[in-house]
C-alpha cells in the first residue's frame, strides 16, 4: 500500500452511500438508457461471454472460466472508468502531482484526510455504481456489492448483515457491535450471500508519478511488516478461500492477487 499516494482505503471504512455530482457516469448513463450498454457501440459493452455466463453461473458455487472472465472483464473497465472519470471530474483529467495527493482537505464527513484518500473515496464510489450495473447484466442475483458480514460470537462464521441492521449498528451505542465485520467491495456468491466464491476488491493509485508497483492490500497494523497479515487474509479466513479467490481490481493493471 502507498502511504503517500495510495488510494487503497487506509482511512478506515467507507460511507455506504456515495452522493455523485457534475459529469454523468457510465453507470448513470446505463440506468437512463439501458439500450447503451448492449451490442458494438455501448458506453459500457458487455463482454460476448456474458450471456453464456449468465445462463451457466446459476447452478454452480465457483465460476466457470467463461462466468469468471466476464465477471472480472466488467470490473476492470469499471475501475478504469471510474479513476478517468473522477480525474476529469476534479482535476481537469490530469493526474495529481505527489504534492497534490499529500495535501490535506475535508472529507464529505468533516474528516481531514489526504487529497489521495478524497479521490480514492470519489473513484469507489464510481467504481462500485458501475459494477452493480455491469454484474447485473453478466450474473444477476450473484454479486453482492458492499455487503457486511459479521463474526458469530460462539463459531466465528461469518454471516451477512441487512443494510437496515448496518445502519443500526453504526449508532454510537452499538457501534462495538460492527467490530470484527468486513466488508469487501464485490461479492461473488452462488445467490445465497453465505456461499461466497470470489472476493474483489477496487484499489485506486493517486500519482501516477515513480509509480513502479501496484497498490497492496491494507496491513491490519500500522506498523506491519510485510509478512505480517492484511485485508487479503481477512478475507480469506472469513470466507474460507485461497488466494486466488481473493482479488485486486486496479486501474491500467487489471486483476491481481
Same mark, same amino acid.
Given at each position: 500500500m502507498f502511504v503517500a499516494v495510495g488510494l487503497s482505503g487506509c482511512a478506515g471504512?467507507?460511507?455506504?452511500?456515495?452522493?455523485q455530482q457534475g459529469m454523468d457516469s457510465v453507470s448513470n448513463t446505463c440506468r437512463t438508457q439501458p439500450a447503451l450498454c448492449t451490442g458494438p457501440e455501448s458506453v459500457m459493452p458487455v463482454p460476448r461471454a456474458a450471456q453464456v455466463a449468465t445462463l451457466m453461473a446459476g447452478a454452480k458455487l465457483a465460476l466457470d =472460466?467463461? %462466468?469468471?472472465?466476464?465477471? +472480472?472483464? *466488467?470490473?476492470?473497465?469499471?475501475?478504469?472508468?471510474?479513476?478517468?472519470?473522477?480525474?476529469?471530474?476534479?482535476?481537469?483529467?490530469?493526474?495529481?502531482?505527489?504534492?497534490?495527493?499529500?495535501?490535506?482537505?475535508r472529507n464529505a464527513r468533516g474528516e481531514t484526510v489526504s487529497r489521495a484518500i478524497w479521490l480514492?473515496?470519489?473513484?469507489?464510489?464510481?467504481?462500485? =455504481?458501475? %459494477?452493480?450495473?455491469?454484474? +447485473?447484466? *453478466?450474473?444477476?442475483?450473484?454479486f453482492s456489492i458492499e455487503p457486511t458480514y459479521r463474526p458469530a460470537q460462539r463459531t466465528g462464521t461469518f454471516t451477512p448483515l441487512s443494510n437496515e441492521e448496518v445502519e443500526l449498528l453504526k449508532q454510537p451505542r452499538f457501534?462495538?457491535?460492527?467490530?470484527?465485520?468486513?466488508?469487501?467491495?464485490?461479492?461473488?456468491?452462488?445467490?445465497?450471500?453465505?456461499r461466497v466464491s470470489m472476493v474483489y476488491d477496487f484499489k485506486f493509485f493517486c500519482s501516477n508519478?515513480?509509480?513502479?508497483?501496484?497498490?497492496?492490500?491494507?496491513?491490519?497494523?500500522?506498523?506491519?511488516?510485510?509478512?505480517?497479515?492484511?485485508?487479503?487474509?481477512?478475507?480469506?479466513?472469513?470466507?474460507?478461500l485461497g488466494p486466488e479467490q481473493v482479488l485486486r481490481v486496479i486501474p491500467r493493471w487489471g486483476i491481481l492477487r
Open positions: 471504512p467507507r460511507p455506504r452511500t456515495y452522493a =472460466a467463461e %462466468a469468471k472472465q466476464a465477471v +472480472e472483464s *466488467v470490473l476492470k473497465k469499471c475501475a478504469d472508468d471510474a479513476r478517468s472519470e473522477v480525474l476529469f471530474r476534479y482535476q481537469d483529467g490530469k493526474d495529481p502531482t505527489v504534492a497534490q495527493c499529500n495535501e490535506l482537505v480514492g473515496e470519489q473513484m469507489h464510489a464510481v467504481a462500485l =455504481a458501475c %459494477a452493480g450495473e455491469g454484474l +447485473e447484466a *453478466v450474473i444477476p442475483g450473484r457501534l462495538y457491535e460492527l467490530k470484527g465485520t468486513v466488508s469487501p467491495d464485490v461479492v461473488i456468491h452462488t445467490g445465497d450471500l453465505i508519478a515513480a509509480t513502479t508497483s501496484a497498490p497492496g492490500w491494507r496491513p491490519l497494523s500500522k506498523s506491519a511488516s510485510p509478512t505480517d497479515p492484511t485485508q487479503k487474509n481477512t478475507y480469506m479466513d472469513a470466507f474460507n
